[in-house]
């Protein structure tokens, strides 16, 4: 019978609502609900004379600048407010309405109509009950009007009583979030974070943290991410959301053992405490037995249409042929060359007729298009025809998407990156096995190959840190011009691991060369801080001089908690010396100075001096 009722309610409401927009008159409503009412409830005319006061009591209108024009409510002996001229006892006081009416039906309703400058100034009115922007506001994302939906959630969260806030604000606030980074509006993403954690309800601010924990992990910005897990564990301390989001840290900083440890006291923890549904307690346990792969079945469960192709692509690399031999040649300089073969060329023109999107052959890593878009047609077709793997043009463009959509996420790493990776080692072995030369970027089509360690390098850095350093070691033997900037990344990678003597070897190798060019400032603080752990302070004092010659703003941003974030230039390279590229540096190694014992303090130190 409830359901009943709330169907004809919304019916019902929706008619009248139309009738009042005519001429925002009560006599309309009431002739509207004589005439045409009754057919909405069930051809009771009683009910509908009943129901119309009601709705139109709560109802803004315009003429009124958006305030309501309540009706007074009558005395049993009093005339009917329906204007049937009947005692309100023989008349609408005689009828029991089937449920509830919600207070903010007529609101929400018109926020669902109303279109632009009215609905701006109804907004504007500061009228529009919470509840009502919220339930619009969700309904309009739901529908596909990310615009409509932005507007009234804006408006829900620009109230100035945080307290009025109702409950169900969580999934408002997440969707208006998602809205302003699916649309660009970083800034207005941003100041909603900041306000919700100054003044919002503990309720949003451990979300607004757990948000925030998740965008810095999105842009490998781990000790911020670190600082913002630490505040939302002290605002939400028993939220299960926490778990998720600790495995995610911990193993983005490379912690596998202490990722699986800390799942496991998640889940003793929040199942003692017996509120949990079926769903959220099963998922917490196998959280506890495998972080990695429970986080990697969510992911891809989470991928909608994509889910079914990726999990077959999963397979289909788990059970991968060996790679065939390559033809490799050694030219006129002695250099080693990679030759496509007529076979390998049929396989990527094959791959290439579902794919669409080519590699930008003057870039490290990127594509003319993004080939998402198109990978329900790719997916499937690939795993049809494993052969096309054959070819290295097509592991090249198949690891350059993955990295583009996944290179972010340790817990890919094993199932999507390393089988890969195993293939692409193949062949260089083969390359290293036709004796010693280089393998220089531009011969030939070495650039295939050289490009696919790129991007297994990166995609491998988080979920398999060692593997991934191999590789990007192997390709610098192969390739000494260092074509993909792969030394700084072995470099932050040795100094991750704690092999600090590495570090410091590697970095002084590359410093100590006669180029013109700048060295990276990555190279140089890495010196800086290998020098620093393996206690070698004066080394040390004097390797941070031509930093501070270098980029005079990275020891500032390093030591400070909370520095403003600085974008990179319109082609998104941080110019040398300039505040990108310290923020850059920040993002990347910050964590690693904090954990170093004493070594931020040092810093501020060698700052005052």
Same mark, same amino acid.
């Given at each position: 019978m409830l359901a009943v009722w709330v169907e004809q309610l919304l019916g019902f409401a929706t008619g009248a609502l139309a009738a009042i927009r005519e001429d925002e008159r009560y006599p309309t409503l009431m002739a509207w609900a004589r005439d045409q009412g009754p057919a909405l409830v069930g051809g009771d005319l009683s009910l509908a004379q009943a129901l119309a006061p009601e709705l139109w009591s709560q109802t803004p209108l315009a003429r009124l600048d958006f305030a309501a024009e309540p009706l007074a409510r009558p005395g049993r002996n009093e005339p009917c407010w329906c204007?049937?001229?009947?005692?309100?006892?023989?008349?609408?006081?005689?009828?029991?309405?089937?449920?509830?009416?919600?207070?903010?039906?007529?609101?929400?309703? /018109?926020?669902?109509?109303?279109?632009?400058?009215?609905?701006?100034?109804?907004?504007?009115?500061?009228?529009?009950?919470? @509840?009502?922007?919220?339930?619009?506001?969700?309904?309009?994302?739901?529908s596909g009007q990310r615009g409509r939906a932005q507007q009234i959630l804006e408006s829900l969260f620009e109230r100035a009583d945080w307290l009025t806030l109702p409950e169900q604000a969580e999934p408002a606030f997440e969707i208006l979030i998602d809205l302003y980074q699916e649309r660009g509006f970083h800034r207005k993403r941003e100041a909603l974070l900041d306000a919700v954690l100054d003044r919002g309800p503990l309720f949003l601010r451990g979300v607004a943290l757990e948000r925030l924990c998740l965008m810095h992990l999105d842009n490998d910005d781990l000790d911020s991410a670190r600082a913002a897990f630490v505040r939302a564990q002290q605002a939400l301390p028993d939220s299960p959301t926490l778990?998720?989001?600790?495995?995610?840290?911990?193993?983005?900083?490379?912690?596998?053992?202490?990722?699986?440890?800390?799942?496991?006291?998640?889940?003793?923890?929040?199942?003692?405490?017996g509120d949990l549904d079926p769903d959220q307690l099963q998922f917490l346990a196998d959280?506890?037995?495998?972080?990695?792969?429970?986080?990697?079945? @969510?992911?891809?469960?989470?991928?909608?249409?994509?889910?079914?192709?990726?999990?077959?692509? @999963?397979?289909?690399?788990?059970?991968?042929?060996?790679?065939?031999?390559?033809?490799i040649r050694r030219n006129d300089e002695d250099h080693l060359e990679y030759h496509s073969t007529a076979r390998e060329d049929t396989l990527f023109a094959a791959w290439q007729k579902v794919f669409r999107a080519r590699v930008e052959s003057e870039a490290p890593m990127g594509f003319d298009d993004d080939p998402w878009p198109h990978a329900g047609e790719w997916l499937p077709a690939l795993c049809a025809h494993p052969e096309?793997?054959?070819?290295?043009?097509?592991?090249?463009?198949?690891?350059?998407?993955?990295? /583009?959509?996944?290179?972010?996420l340790?817990?890919?790493?094993?199932?999507?990156?390393?089988?890969?990776?195993?293939?692409?080692?193949?062949?260089?072995?083969?390359?290293?096995?036709?004796?010693?030369?280089?393998?220089?970027?531009?011969?030939a089509d070495n650039a295939m190959l050289l490009r696919t360690g790129l991007a297994l390098v990166v995609g491998m850095e988080?979920?398999?840190?060692?593997? /991934?350093?191999?590789?990007?070691?192997?390709l610098l033997t192969l390739d000494d011009q260092d074509s993909l900037g792969l030394r700084e990344l072995v470099l932050d990678q040795l100094l991750r691991e704690g092999r600090d003597r590495a570090a410091l070897e590697l970095s002084e190798r590359e410093l100590g060369g006669e180029g013109d060019e700048t060295p990276p400032l990555g190279l140089l603080m890495g010196r800086v801080?290998?020098?620093?752990?393996?206690?070698?302070?004066d080394e040390a004092s004097e390797a941070l001089a031509e930093v501070r010659r270098h980029n005079a703003h990275v020891l500032a941003m390093l030591c400070a908690e909370k520095p403003r974030p600085v974008g990179k230039g319109g082609d998104g390279v941080a110019e040398p010396g300039s505040r990108a590229e310290a923020w850059q540096y920040r993002t990347l190694m910050r964590d690693q100075w904090r954990t170093t014992s004493g070594a931020l303090a040092w810093l501020q130190a060698q700052m005052a001096d």
């Amino acid at each position: 019978m409830l359901a009943v009722w709330v169907e004809q309610l919304l019916g019902f409401a929706t008619g009248a609502l139309a009738a009042i927009r005519e001429d925002e008159r009560y006599p309309t409503l009431m002739a509207w609900a004589r005439d045409q009412g009754p057919a909405l409830v069930g051809g009771d005319l009683s009910l509908a004379q009943a129901l119309a006061p009601e709705l139109w009591s709560q109802t803004p209108l315009a003429r009124l600048d958006f305030a309501a024009e309540p009706l007074a409510r009558p005395g049993r002996n009093e005339p009917c407010w329906c204007d049937s001229g009947r005692m309100t006892r023989h008349c609408c006081g005689a009828v029991s309405l089937p449920g509830h009416v919600p207070p903010h039906l007529m609101w929400m309703l /018109s926020l669902r109509d109303w279109k632009g400058d009215t609905l701006k100034a109804a907004l504007a009115s500061g009228r529009a009950p919470a @509840q009502a922007l919220l339930e619009a506001g969700l309904i309009a994302a739901e529908s596909g009007q990310r615009g409509r939906a932005q507007q009234i959630l804006e408006s829900l969260f620009e109230r100035a009583d945080w307290l009025t806030l109702p409950e169900q604000a969580e999934p408002a606030f997440e969707i208006l979030i998602d809205l302003y980074q699916e649309r660009g509006f970083h800034r207005k993403r941003e100041a909603l974070l900041d306000a919700v954690l100054d003044r919002g309800p503990l309720f949003l601010r451990g979300v607004a943290l757990e948000r925030l924990c998740l965008m810095h992990l999105d842009n490998d910005d781990l000790d911020s991410a670190r600082a913002a897990f630490v505040r939302a564990q002290q605002a939400l301390p028993d939220s299960p959301t926490l778990a998720y989001i600790e495995a995610m840290l911990l193993l983005h900083e490379g912690h596998e053992q202490e990722a699986a440890e800390r799942s496991r006291f998640w889940f003793r923890r929040l199942a003692r405490q017996g509120d949990l549904d079926p769903d959220q307690l099963q998922f917490l346990a196998d959280l506890a037995e495998n972080p990695g792969a429970t986080l990697a079945d @969510q992911l891809l469960s989470a991928e909608e249409d994509l889910a079914e192709p990726l999990v077959a692509l @999963q397979a289909l690399l788990e059970s991968l042929h060996v790679a065939p031999r390559l033809e490799i040649r050694r030219n006129d300089e002695d250099h080693l060359e990679y030759h496509s073969t007529a076979r390998e060329d049929t396989l990527f023109a094959a791959w290439q007729k579902v794919f669409r999107a080519r590699v930008e052959s003057e870039a490290p890593m990127g594509f003319d298009d993004d080939p998402w878009p198109h990978a329900g047609e790719w997916l499937p077709a690939l795993c049809a025809h494993p052969e096309w793997l054959d070819a290295p043009a097509v592991v090249q463009s198949l690891a350059l998407a993955l990295a /583009s959509r996944f290179g972010s996420l340790p817990w890919m790493a094993p199932s999507l990156f390393e089988p890969l990776a195993s293939r692409l080692e193949r062949w260089l072995e083969q390359v290293r096995s036709e004796g010693e030369g280089n393998f220089p970027w531009d011969d030939a089509d070495n650039a295939m190959l050289l490009r696919t360690g790129l991007a297994l390098v990166v995609g491998m850095e988080r979920g398999a840190r060692a593997r /991934s350093r191999e590789l990007a070691e192997r390709l610098l033997t192969l390739d000494d011009q260092d074509s993909l900037g792969l030394r700084e990344l072995v470099l932050d990678q040795l100094l991750r691991e704690g092999r600090d003597r590495a570090a410091l070897e590697l970095s002084e190798r590359e410093l100590g060369g006669e180029g013109d060019e700048t060295p990276p400032l990555g190279l140089l603080m890495g010196r800086v801080l290998a020098l620093y752990r393996l206690e070698r302070p004066d080394e040390a004092s004097e390797a941070l001089a031509e930093v501070r010659r270098h980029n005079a703003h990275v020891l500032a941003m390093l030591c400070a908690e909370k520095p403003r974030p600085v974008g990179k230039g319109g082609d998104g390279v941080a110019e040398p010396g300039s505040r990108a590229e310290a923020w850059q540096y920040r993002t990347l190694m910050r964590d690693q100075w904090r954990t170093t014992s004493g070594a931020l303090a040092w810093l501020q130190a060698q700052m005052a001096d």
